[in-house]
């Protein structure tokens, strides 16, 4: 069987998806572009010391890691837990993607590789060998 | 100017029953790897001689070489065996002095590997972080499920690469088979020879950037423009790899989603909330 490629302009694309999103009550797909990819001349000194440390030469993994939001909150998606988590109120975030995408990657790796992850508790629990 | 969190912008979203109530701490020490982790130093090198052993005992070795401190292994006379390389959630190197059958170097999550002939089928599912580089071709579902890292394969491919996947790049330096990048929902892949029918079919995002001819598109995947800061990305990411797009880096075609495909059930808010 064929598949035709129905083609809809952008503005009717998103007339439509403005009315979904009424429909249903939650919003429709993601609210930043998740497929910015990084800009390395805004990386941080930590995040520099990572890729050293790993023998990388770019980001890796973290070229996939954005600021989003849940819940009203700026937060970062983990998916070890495959949940977000939410950045503290306080902390200033700057005003561009880019650079805050650069803030998540940080927490992300200080979050992932803390004693209170919850995979470590996890792990201690349900480990095999 | 800068803005706090609460007074962000981004504050305009509201989901409910789905957050599992986690947050960072400003004070979370500085640390970069895993809990657990074994402590390897790369300057440390060790060979395995798997040609006695089976694959199982291929991958405890490579354990057990780690929990030594041994950060740059080798294996030999690895003889095309199955499912090698598996679950390494540590920083190391290795290299395969031959070529890995199925499953080869998958749920990996910091090793950075090559493989100096060729891999089968799945090679790099659902890998997490790290590189994999094979030198020569790839079977069918390469990169299946991939969530992060580099995967590249400097030779041809199979159909269905990089089904599912959900992140990281995959770069194929020659061609690839059919519905490549079939049901893709986030990360970006470079296929610098030919693309087989149905590229990039029901793919929910991401994006794919081809050299050569497309044999067709997908449903849902449609041309997109190049932008500036991807010629960059581009350009940096083929050099790590000693690779380059005929014709140049600007000459590649870009194929991402149209979206069309966003269908949203009435009754999954309410669903939720049964289920929550």
């Known amino acids: 069987m064929s598949h035709k490629i129905v083609s809809k302009s952008a503005a009717e694309t998103t007339r439509q998806q403005v009315i979904r ?46 600021l989003g939001y849940e819940e009203g909150s ?56 | 100017m800068a803005k706090t969190a609460a007074a962000s912008d981004m504050h305009g979203e509201q989901l409910t029953g789905r957050s599992q109530q986690r947050f960072f701490s400003a004070e979370e020490a500085e640390a970069f790897l895993y809990p657990g982790a074994a402590q390897v ?24 070489l780690m929990k030594e401190g041994y950060g740059d292994i080798t294996i030999r006379n690895s003889g095309a065996k199955h499912s090698c390389i598996v679950g390494i959630l540590n920083r ?15 749920l990996l999550d910091g090793p950075n590997v090559r493989v100096t002939g060729r891999v089968g089928w799945s090679c790099g599912e659902n890998m997490m972080s790290g590189t994999i580089v094979v030198e020569k071709n ?13 995967l590249v394969c400097k030779g041809d491919v199979g159909g269905r690469t990089g089904i599912d996947m959900k992140g990281g790049t995959i770069i194929v330096g020659g061609r690839t088979g059919a519905f490549s990048g079939f049901m893709m929902q986030r990360g970006r892949m470079i296929i610098l ?26 449903v849902d995947a449609v041309p997109a423009e190049l932008t500036a800061l991807e010629i960059g990305w581009l350009e940096r990411k083929l050099a790590l ?13 870009k194929i991402a989603a149209g979206k069309q495909l966003w269908n949203y059930d009435n009754l999954e808010p309410a669903e939720k909330k049964l289920v929550l």
């Open chain 1, 21 to 66: 999103e009424k429909e249903i009550g939650q919003h429709i797909g993601y609210r930043y572009d998740v497929n910015l990819v990084p800009d390395y001349a805004r990386l941080t000194p930590f995040l520099r010391k990572y890729m050293e440390l790993m023998g990388w030469q770019d980001l890796n993994w973290l070229e996939d890691v954005h």
């Open chain 1, 74 to 129: 700026a937060a970062v998606f983990d998916r070890n837990v495959n949940g977000w988590v939410t950045v503290p109120d306080g902390m200033v975030l700057p005003e561009n993607q880019q650079d805050r995408d650069m803030i998540a990657r940080e927490l992300l790796i200080k979050f992932q590789m803390s004693q209170r992850h919850p995979l470590v508790e996890l792990n201690r629990t349900y480990r095999k060998f």
């Open chain 2, 41 to 64: 130093d790369i300057s440390r090198r060790a060979d395995i001689d798997a040609a006695p052993l089976t694959p199982r005992e291929i991958n405890l070795r490579i354990r057990a």
């Open chain 2, 92 to 106: 190391v190197n290795l290299t395969v002095e031959g070529s890995l059958g199925y499953f080869a170097c998958g």
């Open chain 2, 138 to 150: 790839a079977g069918s579902t390469f990169g299946a499920a991939l969530r992060g890292g580099d």
């Open chain 2, 193 to 218: 020879g030919d693309a087989g029918k149905n590229l990039g079919d029901s793919m929910y995002d991401g994006v794919i950037y081809v050299g050569g001819a497309i044999a067709s598109l997908g």
């Open chain 2, 241 to 253: 790899y000693g690779m380059e797009a005929p014709g140049g880096v600007a000459n590649l075609k």
